[in-house]
């Protein structure tokens, strides 16, 4: 039993000299770590966190953690981290912490219902997954971190390269606005591209609009075609034939029909769900 336990003791020790030895940031995992103090403070300064429930994304080693959870005062912070030894160095870190929650836990399996704001410094093989969840959840806002080009698709305009599938869905319910620019020495290690900080606030209701998320999943197939050309194109998914989807065309969306997708507005792409036929 002795001997048992002592090799268990020795072999813990070793596991945590080689946890700080072999240390190496995870590529797979996206995880380039912000070294630029002002930044971190820059990203949990840009909403008022006093007394809110906050979700972060991939807390990492806490460089934006520590901040949430100094402007946040009396509210809590949850802190979502998929690596377990990072994980570790958090609970080492912030262990004292009242306000901090800290989960070893995947942020796509993970609810994001009943948070109040949601930060993150995000992996890009996970940004698009992540910006639907929380267009799922009931946040009134989020912050984050994200690779230059995937910011520009939540703030594109119609007619911009950047307007995407993602652009109309996150707009029809968040105001966006890119609040700071990351260049990549900001990070450690140096991702090969800029980064940007995102400011999404919840529209009030009557600003939302609804879309229909099928339809728009379907023209965006073919951004470059009219309406018209990308229904068509889609006759199968919507299960109708040539001369169906024409004369839905002319009778309810004559308006838009020979307009290319990525020319349509958000406004637009409001009317079309309107009047798109979703039983004939
Ligand atoms: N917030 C820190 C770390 C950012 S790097 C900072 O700004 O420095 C991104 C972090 O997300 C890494 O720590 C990585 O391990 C974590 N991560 C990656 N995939 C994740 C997932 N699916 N769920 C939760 N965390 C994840």
Redesign the pocket.
């Known amino acids: 039993m002795k001997m048992t336990s002592k090799f268990q003791a020795e072999e813990d020790y070793f596991q945590e000299e080689s946890n700080l030895t072999d240390w190496r940031p ?1 590529k797979r ?6 070294i630029d103090i002002a930044m ?1 403070m820059n990203v949990a300064s840009a909403i008022d966190l006093k007394g809110l429930k906050i979700l972060e ?5 806490g ?2 953690t520590q901040y949430l959870c100094e402007y946040a005062k009396k509210g809590k912070v949850t802190a ?4 377990k030894q ?1 994980v570790e160095e958090l609970k080492k870190k912030f262990g004292k912490n009242k306000n901090l929650l800290i989960k070893d ?4 399996k993970f609810d994001f219902n009943g948070y109040d704001a949601i930060f ?2 995000l ?1 890009y093989y ?1 940004s698009t997954p992540i910006l639907f969840k929380i267009l799922e959840s009931d946040c009134k806002s989020a912050v984050l ?1 994200v690779q230059e080009e995937f910011g520009k698709r939540l703030v594109a305009t119609k007619g911009d390269s950047d307007f995407s599938r993602l652009t109309v869905s996150i707009q029809s319910v968040f105001q966006t606005e890119i609040i700071d620019y990351v260049p990549a020495e900001s990070f450690d290690p140096a991702p090969k591209v800029a980064s940007v900080v995102v400011k999404l606030l919840r529209k009030p209701e009557n600003q939302q609009v609804k879309i229909n998320s099928k339809l728009l999943r379907m023209a965006f197939c073919h951004k470059n075609k009219t309406l018209l050309n990308s229904l068509l194109s889609s006759r199968k998914e919507l299960k109708k034939n040539r001369e169906e989807i024409r004369n839905i065309a002319q009778k309810h969306l004559s308006e838009w029909k020979d307009v290319k997708i990525r020319q349509l507005s958000l406004e637009d792409w409001s009317n079309i769900s309107k009047k798109y036929p979703l039983t004939s």
């Open positions: 995870k995992l996206g995880q380039n770590f912000l971190a994304i991939g807390a990492g080693s460089q934006i979502l981290e998929i690596d990072l836990t995947d942020a796509l993150g410094n992996p996970i971190m």
